[in-house]
């Protein structure tokens, strides 16, 4: 079936240094989405991309939509402990129906 | 406004058992979405409900079951627990059918023995 693969799988850095999550797959997407999960949380939406080559920004957060719609990544700069978590992109093309990726753990070091 | 709310929180069974989930979406959604998350993994999509009617349904055994409320509120039932039927189980609202965020409860940990 349809899958997502996200690299890397674990993340640890040091405060102030950047992370960067990619997820990519083996067919078109229609549009991916971004959430964040906490520890013992659940997850929250971050954003979603649709447009081919369509890049958008929150604060500290870029994320990016590959020209042929197969990949997308998530760049954050000079992370901050409140960055801790797991970021998982999700397929949305069928609707409701996501297929997720199973993630990238981030952590991050005083 | 209140978000997705479920329930219980976390429950405990045993193999064999059956086990019902309860979810209430936020105000106004019309779609839920059941999500299994083993620890260490994204979310499975189990089920999708919209308007009341199943619109899609994952790669999940005939053990697994759910049905929406004409409220919109939904369950998820599980029969015959299997100690691998263990996880989070998360449920996420909509509010319209297609290319929509999706807002997730707090989930239900169900742990079976």
């Known amino acids: 079936g349809q899958q997502v693969m996200q690299i890397p799988q674990y993340q640890h850095v040091q405060e102030g240094e950047d992370f960067t999550t990619y997820c990519n797959s083996s067919t078109t997407l229609s549009n991916i989405q971004w959430y964040k999960q906490r520890p013992g949380g659940h997850p929250v939406f971050l954003i979603q991309l649709v447009k081919s080559g369509e890049v958008k920004k929150q604060k500290r957060l870029t994320f990016q939509f590959g020209e042929a719609k197969k990949n997308s990544s998530l760049h954050i700069t000079a992370t901050q402990t409140t960055d801790v978590g797991t970021y998982f992109c999700a397929d949305n093309t069928n609707a409701g129906k996501s297929t997720f990726g199973d993630g990238t753990t981030l952590t991050v070091k005083p | 406004d209140a978000g997705v709310t479920q329930s219980p929180t976390h429950l405990i069974k045993t193999r064999g058992q059956q086990v019902t989930l309860r979810c209430s979406p936020i105000s106004g959604h019309k779609s839920v979405s059941w999500y299994q998350q083993v620890l260490g993994q994204g979310p499975q999509f189990i089920f999708q409900?919209?308007?009341?009617?199943?619109?899609g349904r994952g790669n999940f055994p005939d053990r697994f079951s759910a049905r929406q409320f004409p409220n919109y509120s939904s369950e998820l039932n599980v029969n015959a627990l299997l100690l691998g039927d263990s996880a989070l189980y998360l449920c996420?609202?909509?509010?319209?059918?297609?290319?929509?965020?999706?807002?997730f409860g707090d989930g239900t940990r169900l742990s079976i023995l």
């Open positions: 409900y919209y308007e009341k009617e199943e619109r």
């Open positions: 996420a609202s909509s509010s319209r059918y297609s290319n929509q965020p999706q807002h």
